[in-house]
């Protein structure tokens, strides 16, 4: 009878622990999922402000040799997501506004689609 109950008491331990893993590992899926749409969040808007930092010095006319606006060019050109020549109209301001304006408002619509998405997977 002592052994039964040893054997009874070892099973509800083990079962017990295979609870508990089991919900540590939901927590912690949880956790890297929140974690990850977070960060994916943070990065698409950080790319968009590139894109509309760069719309603001070339609309405003900011010094094209400067270091600043030559960096925030390059970034931005790597950041249009292949929309950077969708527009060709006349004007070279409304060309940057349209362009460039649309490539950041697709970088916060993929943030915003994707963080939802993870945050929908989480359990």
Known sequence: MMTR???DASTETAEQRRSHT??????LTRKVLTVAASVIRILTVIFAAILVIHVVLAVAGANPANSITVFFNDLANNLTLG???LFIPASESLR???NFGLAAVVWIVIGIVVSKLLNALAP
Do not use: N, T
């Open 5 to 7: 109950m040893a054997q």
């Open 22 to 27: 089991g919900e540590d590992l939901r927590a």
């Open 83 to 85: 929309i950077g020549d």
């Open 96 to 98: 940057i506004i349209l």
